[in-house]
């Protein structure tokens, strides 16, 4: 005897759960799906890099790679936090001194070997590190940890909106949106 499958059309699959919602009890499946969705309870995943004296969590979803620091070649008539351009893989981009932009003294490090690029939308920035910790996820609320002043100054608000710790470490949470999509940051990018 032959071994016959049989293929559902898409519609045929979505009619099929459809069906299978429409028998759970209305007021039940409304309670699960808000216990499912409980934001707190979602882990989010980050990567732990180095800068200087600050340690920093780096969402996932705003990195693209981290790797070997290429060698940056400095342009002229550009802010003191920008160090130059490299290319990626036959992509050009700008390399970014976070402490510098950030005016964070005790972070600034000269001795990073190692970069992260981070985006936002189509905007893509090298930034470079001095160490990767590793890895970690945390729920929402795992992440409210007061960030201290010289971190979180009314200019620097983007930055870290809260931080973690990890083996006795405060982490800050970088807000790459936030940190891309500011007023300063995107007066120098329109200005390259």
């Known amino acids: ?12 699959v979505i009619q099929g759960i459809d069906q299978l919602l429409d028998a759970v009890p209305h007021s039940s499946s409304r309670s699960y799906v808000h216990d499912v969705l409980d934001e707190s309870a ?3 995943k980050f990567v732990l ?3 200087g004296s600050l340690r920093i969590a780096l969402p996932m979803d705003g990195l693209i790679e981290v790797g070997s620091l290429p060698v940056i070649t400095p342009l002229p008539n550009l802010p003191s936090w920008v160090l130059g351009i490299v290319n990626v893989r036959s992509e050009i981009l700008s390399v970014v001194d976070l402490a510098g932009f950030l005016d964070l003294p005790a972070a600034r490090t000269r001795s990073a070997d190692r970069f992260v690029i981070i985006r936002h939308k189509e905007l893509r920035v090298g930034i470079p590190i001095e160490r ?9 609320s795992e992440q409210n940890i007061p960030i201290f002043p ?4 009314e200019d620097k608000i983007f930055f870290a909106p809260g931080g973690f710790m990890v083996e006795e470490q405060l982490y800050c949470i970088l807000d790459v ?6 007023h300063r940051f995107l007066n120098y990018h329109q200005t390259m």
């Open 1 to 12: 005897m032959e071994n016959q499958q049989t293929y559902k059309t898409l519609d045929q």
């Open 49 to 51: 890099i180095g800068l």
């Open 177 to 182: 949106k936030q940190l891309l999509s500011s």
């Open 132 to 140: 990767i910790y590793g890895t970690v996820s945390k729920s929402i």
């Open 150 to 153: 010289e971190v979180k100054g």
């Open 42 to 44: 979602i882990l989010h």
